[in-house]
């Protein structure tokens, strides 16, 4: 048991002891038994702490996090020939807006010729089989005719009609229309998206090989994506969140806004974050893919219990407050925080609303470790 000096305690210092349960005095300002201290009536300390009640108020918790701006994988399309040959000719310039099947520029391929002709082919052989179905269904309706050259004749039909689906398949791949196509004419690269020209290497009399780099990139930034990055501890709260604002290093005092569009199911072990991307509108095309963002979520608000820091005392490892009970008479209460709003503590257990605590002054309540 130490006993304390009474010019210390008049400094403010009260030593607690813990592990004794038998009420002491001490310099005649305190009496401390256990948790609990009873400050004498006359002691210089009451006038320097200060006690309040403790109320619940509407709070929003709110964490920052970085990101990255990215374009919306189906709002960007690189833009490549789908045969070998040269180009002759462009439609475009950077910076250009475009809608879905404009054309980006066009070549001339022995390639696509090929395919033009296989297609062309194909229509022909699908067409004579067609009628030469409807011959033999005829010449068995009239009784002259045998029902195993019907079957053969059906049966060379649907062979003749895949080849034909295939070949126009492979032409409507490449955006080919062949209700407007001329065997021979060079090949007319379209675009398969709405946007703007953002990349333009297109050089006419250049020879592209089938397997050549994208020579064009048309994307639509009107939306984009900032993905950022959630640590595993605040993963819950994105469930809840109710705002999402975006600065940019580019745009100093500026925010934008968005909102969740997917939560990735998979966790980074190394980094222990989550990514997230967030949906953003942007009209005037000022988010950048490849910028870097800070993104602040803001979970939706509800009624918590927030102390003055400086209320919330520290020992080894637990965080207590002083709660009032009685007059002059005070209980050290542990408590646990879930984070800090500027000069405001979360409490997420060990207080209810109405309980009055030290809210200045708590230091001169601090333990003698």
Same mark, same amino acid.
């Given at each position: 048991m130490n006993i304390i000096h009474p010019m210390i305690c008049m400094a403010g210092l009260l030593c607690f002891a813990?592990? #004794?349960?038998?009420?002491?005095?001490i310099g005649g300002d305190f009496q401390v038994s256990g948790d609990t201290v009873k400050v004498a009536s006359g002691s210089p300390v009451l006038g320097k702490i200060k006690?309040?009640? *403790?109320w619940l108020a509407p709070y929003q918790a709110s964490f920052s996090v970085s990101g990255v701006v990215e374009a919306i994988p189906n709002h960007y399309a690189q833009i490549a020939s789908p045969f070998a040959g040269?180009?002759?000719? #462009?439609? !475009?310039?950077?910076?250009?807006?475009?809608?879905?099947? #404009? =054309?980006?520029?066009?070549?001339?391929? =022995?390639?696509?010729?090929?395919?033009?002709?296989?297609?062309? %082919?194909?229509?022909?052989?699908?067409?004579l089989a067609k009628k030469?179905?409807?011959?033999?269904?005829?010449?068995?309706?009239?009784?002259?005719?045998?029902?195993?050259?019907?079957?053969?004749?059906?049966? /060379?039909?649907?062979?003749?009609?895949k080849d034909y689906e295939n070949a126009l398949?492979?032409?409507?791949?490449? %955006?080919?229309? =062949?209700?407007?196509?001329?065997?021979? %004419?060079?090949? !007319?690269?379209?675009?398969?998206?709405d946007g703007e020209? *953002?990349? /333009?290497?297109?050089?006419?009399?250049?020879?592209?090989?089938?397997?050549?780099? =994208?020579?064009?990139?048309?994307?639509?930034? #009107?939306?984009v994506w900032v993905a950022a990055n959630v640590k595993e501890k605040d993963l819950a709260s994105v469930s809840n969140l109710k705002q999402v604002e975006i600065s940019l290093v580019a745009y100093p005092g500026m925010t934008f806004t968005g909102d969740i569009y997917h939560v990735s199911e998979m966790l980074d072990e190394e980094?222990?974050?989550? %990514?997230?991307?967030?949906?953003?509108? /942007?009209?005037?095309?000022?988010?950048?893919?490849a910028m870097y963002a800070s993104v602040k979520l803001t979970d939706e608000a509800s009624d918590a219990v927030l102390v003055p820091t400086s209320a919330i005392l520290q020992k080894e490892d637990n965080a207590y407050v002083l709660l009032a009970v009685g007059e002059n008479l005070y209980v050290k209460k542990n408590v646990v925080t879930s984070g800090t709003d500027g000069d405001k503590s979360i409490i997420q257990s060990g207080l209810k609303a109405g309980d009055r605590i030290v809210t200045e002054g708590a230091f001169y309540f601090i333990d003698a470790q």
């Open positions: 813990c592990t #004794s349960k038998q009420e002491v005095a006690t309040n009640e *403790v040269r180009i002759t000719q #462009s439609f !475009v310039r950077l910076g250009q807006k475009v809608r879905k099947g #404009s =054309p980006i520029f066009e070549i001339s391929s =022995p390639d696509f010729f090929d395919a033009g002709k296989n297609y062309y %082919q194909a229509k022909q052989e699908m067409e030469s179905l409807k011959r033999e269904k005829d010449l068995l309706a009239n009784k002259v005719g045998v029902q195993k050259e019907v079957e053969e004749a059906e049966v /060379n039909y649907e062979l003749k009609r398949a492979s032409l409507k791949v490449f %955006q080919i229309n =062949p209700d407007e196509m001329a065997l021979g %004419q060079p090949l !007319v690269v379209r675009s398969p998206i020209v *953002v990349a /333009n290497d297109i050089v006419i009399g250049q020879y592209f090989k089938e397997d050549a780099e =994208p020579v064009a990139v048309v994307a639509d930034l #009107s939306q980094t222990r974050s989550v %990514q997230v991307l967030i949906v953003c509108d /942007n009209p005037e095309r000022k988010m950048k893919p």
